[in-house]
């Protein structure tokens, strides 16, 4: 079946600083890769993806490349703001049939002044 | 405005009782979603419907229901609450063919 496996939370950073949250994937298939991102009190809301190996989706100054190799989909960003604490859920859709959607557990980041 | 809303926001309700959970959409999807988060977990999902007349179980649909009473319409109802459904719930629309799912605010359940 399919996996993500996220690096676990809470990751906290100052502000400015380099931000690295790992993603890693097993599928059947040839998944498409996303990054949702959850702000407090409110839902997911897509934040990035990428349909294809080498892939690099980008938004907001956060980066990820699909990485077939590797299978991974590590999410970056050169300098943090406060305004990024959020809990950040990384998954997986395989096309064909029923879409279904394959979760991580989400990694909470909060970043401090 | 919100396109995915949620009532209620928060709930509490006591052991036995049954409950529902209503979302609406705006935007005009055909597919729509239920989960449940819970923390260490992740999201789950409990049913998804496709269209008015297509509606499926999901990996955790015991003691859940729904009902997909227009397109802009889904439900879910816990018939008799227990204290493990005490959880986050998100309702999400989707368009077919395209993978980006569209979530709710979320209703917040706490069972007694």
């Known amino acids: 079946g399919n996996s993500v496996t996220q690096m676990e939370g809470p990751v906290t950073l100052s502000e400015e600083a380099f931000l690295t949250i790992n993603c890693t994937y097993t599928a059947t298939g040839y998944p498409s890769l996303f990054w949702y991102v959850q702000y407090p009190g409110e839902g997911l809301q897509l934040l990035l993806k990428a349909t294809k190996a080498d892939d690099k989706g980008s938004n907001k100054g956060f980066e990820a490349t699909y990485r077939k190799e590797t299978t991974s989909f590590h999410l970056e960003k050169g300098s943090v703001q406060v305004s990024d604490s959020a809990v950040y859920f990384c998954?997986?859709?395989?096309?064909?049939?029923?879409?279904?959607?394959?979760f991580g557990t989400g990694t909470k980041l909060q970043v401090i002044p | 405005d919100a396109d995915v809303t949620q009532t209620p926001r928060n709930r509490i309700t006591k052991t036995g009782k049954r409950i529902m959970l209503e979302c609406s959409q705006t935007k005009g999807h055909d597919r729509m979603y239920w989960y449940r988060q819970d923390p260490g977990l992740g999201l789950r999902l409990i049913y998804y419907s496709f269209d008015v007349k297509d509606i499926n179980k999901g990996e955790i649909s015991d003691g859940y229901s729904v009902s997909r009473q227009a397109q802009a319409k889904f439900s879910l109802s816990l018939e008799s609450a227990i204290p493990n459904q005490t959880a986050l719930y998100f309702c999400a629309t989707s368009r077919p063919g395209k993978e980006t799912q569209y979530f709710g605010p979320g209703t917040r359940l706490l069972v007694l």
């Open positions: 998954a997986l859709i395989v096309s064909g049939g029923y879409q279904k959607v394959t």
